[in-house]
C-alpha cells in the first residue's frame, strides 16, 4: 500500500510538469504578449518595456522558464498584481473557506444523494424511481450561478431565513486560528460564531452540491441495480441470506466501487464550480478570489492558484485509488 501510494505521488511529478510547461506558454501566447494582456488600455510603449524588463518576458523564451520554473521549486510563485502579497500567502489565507465550502456541499450530496440513488434502484420501476429520475435530471440542467441566484433571492431576500453573504456575521467578535470558521468555534467553544458560520454555508452548499447530487443519485441507481442482477446475489437470496445483510454486505458495499469514483471527481469539481457559487455569495475563497484574478488579469495568482488546484485534485484521486481496498478487500491498488 505504502509503496503504491509512493509510486502516485512520484507520477504527480511529470504532471504537474506538463502543467506548468501550459501555463508557461498560454501567459506568453496571449495577444500583444502577457505585457499588454496585463496592462490593456494603459499599454503604452513605455509601459510595456517597463513590464517585459520587470518580469523578464523580454529574455530568451528556454531562460524565462528554467528562472519560471526555479522559483516555483523555491515556493515562489510571485506575488498578486491587485494586492502586492504573495501567492502563496493569498492561497493560504482562502483556501480554508474554499474547502469548508466544499466540504458542506459534499456532505449534502453525498448524504442525500447515495440514500435516494439506493432507494430509487431498489424501488426500480414505481413513482420513486421515476421522481428520483426526473429531479436528478433538472439538478444536472439547472446551471449553477442561476440556481444560486434563485436561492439567494428566495430564502436571503424574501424570506430572510438565511444570510445571504460572506461567511459569518462581521458583528460577531470571533476569534480564528484555523481560518475554518465552524472549526474555530467549536475550538473556541464560541458555539453562537459555529453556528452563524453553518448558517452561512446553507445556501452555496446547496447551489453547490446540487449537480453532484444529481450525479451521484444516478451513479449509485445504476450501479445498485447492475449489482443486484448479479448472479452471487441471486445464488444470497435463494440460500435464504437475511435481506439485510443482503442490502449491506453484497449490494451496497460492492456498489459503491464506481460511486467513490464519482465523488472523487466531483470533489475536484466543487473546486471548479466555488468560482461561480463564491461570486454570487460574495464568499470570500479561492473561487471569488480567482474570478477577480481573471477579470484584473493578475496571471500570477492565476497561474499559482491552478498549480495547487492540480494538485489537491490530484490528491484527491489518489485517496480515491487507495479507498478502493478499503471499500472492497479484493480489489487491490496498483
Same mark, same amino acid.
Given at each position: 500500500?505504502?509503496?503504491?501510494?509512493? !509510486?502516485?505521488?512520484?507520477?504527480?511529478?511529470?504532471? *504537474? /510538469? +506538463? &502543467?506548468?510547461? /501550459?501555463?508557461?506558454?498560454?501567459?506568453?501566447?496571449?495577444?500583444?504578449?502577457?505585457?499588454?494582456? &496585463?496592462?490593456?488600455?494603459?499599454?503604452?510603449?513605455?509601459?510595456?518595456?517597463?513590464?517585459?524588463?520587470?518580469?523578464?518576458?523580454?529574455?530568451? *523564451? /528556454?531562460?524565462?522558464?528554467?528562472?519560471?520554473? +526555479?522559483?516555483?521549486?523555491? +515556493?515562489?510563485?510571485?506575488? $498578486? %498584481?491587485?494586492?502586492?502579497?504573495?501567492?502563496?500567502?493569498?492561497? #493560504?489565507?482562502?483556501?480554508?473557506?474554499?474547502?469548508? #465550502?466544499?466540504?458542506?456541499?459534499?456532505?449534502?450530496?453525498?448524504?442525500?444523494? %447515495?440514500?435516494?440513488?439506493?432507494?430509487?434502484?431498489? !424501488?426500480?420501476?414505481?413513482?420513486?424511481? !421515476? *421522481?428520483? =429520475?426526473?429531479?436528478?435530471?433538472?439538478? =444536472?440542467?439547472?446551471?449553477?450561478?442561476? &440556481?444560486?441566484?434563485?436561492?439567494?433571492?428566495?430564502?436571503?431576500?424574501? /424570506?430572510?431565513?438565511?444570510? $445571504?453573504?460572506?461567511?459569518?456575521?462581521?458583528?460577531?467578535?470571533?476569534? !480564528? @486560528?484555523?481560518?475554518?470558521?465552524? &472549526?474555530?468555534?467549536?475550538?473556541?467553544?464560541?458555539?453562537?460564531?459555529?453556528?452563524?458560520?453553518?448558517?452561512?454555508?446553507?445556501?452555496?452548499?446547496?447551489?453547490?452540491?446540487?449537480?453532484?447530487?444529481?450525479?451521484? =443519485?444516478?451513479?449509485?441507481?445504476?450501479?445498485?441495480?447492475? =449489482?443486484?442482477?448479479?448472479?452471487?446475489?441471486?445464488?444470497?437470496?435463494?440460500?435464504?441470506?437475511?435481506?439485510?445483510?443482503?442490502?449491506?454486505?453484497?449490494?451496497?458495499?460492492?456498489?459503491?466501487?464506481?460511486?467513490?469514483?464519482?465523488?472523487?471527481?466531483?470533489?475536484?469539481?466543487?473546486?471548479?464550480?466555488?468560482?461561480?457559487?463564491?461570486?454570487?455569495?460574495?464568499?470570500?475563497?479561492?473561487?471569488?478570489?480567482?474570478?477577480?484574478?481573471?477579470?484584473?488579469?493578475?496571471?500570477?495568482? #492565476?497561474?499559482?492558484?491552478?498549480?495547487?488546484?492540480?494538485?489537491?485534485?490530484?490528491?484527491?484521486?489518489?485517496?480515491?485509488?487507495? $479507498? @478502493? $481496498?478499503?471499500?472492497?478487500?479484493?480489489?487491490?491498488?496498483?
Amino acid at each position: 500500500m505504502l509503496r503504491t501510494i509512493g !509510486h502516485r505521488l512520484l507520477l504527480l511529478i511529470p504532471t *504537474l /510538469l +506538463g &502543467l506548468s510547461i /501550459l501555463l508557461f506558454l498560454w501567459v506568453r501566447a496571449l495577444p500583444g504578449g502577457p505585457a499588454v494582456a &496585463l496592462l490593456g488600455e494603459k499599454a503604452t510603449p513605455a509601459a510595456i518595456e517597463r513590464i517585459n524588463e520587470l518580469y523578464g518576458f523580454n529574455r530568451p *523564451l /528556454l531562460e524565462q522558464y528554467v528562472t519560471y520554473m +526555479g522559483r516555483l521549486l523555491t +515556493g515562489d510563485f510571485g506575488s $498578486s %498584481i491587485e494586492t502586492g502579497r504573495p501567492v502563496v500567502e493569498e492561497f #493560504l489565507r482562502r483556501f480554508p473557506a474554499t474547502i469548508e #465550502l466544499s466540504v458542506a456541499a459534499l456532505i449534502f450530496a453525498v448524504g442525500i444523494g %447515495i440514500p435516494l440513488g439506493y432507494l430509487a434502484a431498489r !424501488h426500480h420501476g414505481r413513482i420513486s424511481d !421515476h *421522481l428520483a =429520475v426526473v429531479l436528478s435530471l433538472v439538478g =444536472v440542467t439547472i446551471p449553477v450561478f442561476f &440556481l444560486a441566484f434563485m436561492l439567494k433571492y428566495v430564502f436571503a431576500v424574501q /424570506l430572510g431565513w438565511l444570510p $445571504s453573504d460572506g461567511r459569518q456575521n462581521p458583528r460577531i467578535d470571533a476569534t !480564528h @486560528y484555523t481560518n475554518f470558521y465552524v &472549526l474555530d468555534g467549536l475550538i473556541t467553544g464560541e458555539f453562537d460564531a459555529a453556528w452563524d458560520a453553518v448558517l452561512h454555508l446553507v445556501l452555496p452548499a446547496l447551489a453547490l452540491g446540487t449537480i453532484p447530487l444529481a450525479i451521484i =443519485v444516478r451513479i449509485t441507481r445504476a450501479s445498485v441495480l447492475e =449489482v443486484q442482477n448479479s448472479d452471487y446475489v441471486r445464488t444470497g437470496r435463494s440460500k435464504g441470506i437475511a435481506r439485510r445483510t443482503l442490502r449491506g454486505r453484497f449490494i451496497l458495499r460492492n456498489a459503491m466501487l464506481p460511486v467513490a469514483t464519482t465523488v472523487g471527481l466531483q470533489v475536484g469539481l466543487l473546486l471548479a464550480g466555488a468560482i461561480l457559487t463564491e461570486t454570487v455569495f460574495a464568499f470570500p475563497g479561492i473561487g471569488s478570489f480567482l474570478a477577480r484574478a481573471i477579470e484584473g488579469r493578475d496571471f500570477p495568482v #492565476l497561474q499559482g492558484f491552478i498549480i495547487f488546484i492540480a494538485i489537491i485534485y490530484a490528491l484527491i484521486n489518489l485517496i480515491v485509488d487507495v $479507498s @478502493y $481496498s478499503l471499500i472492497d478487500p479484493r480489489v487491490r491498488v496498483s
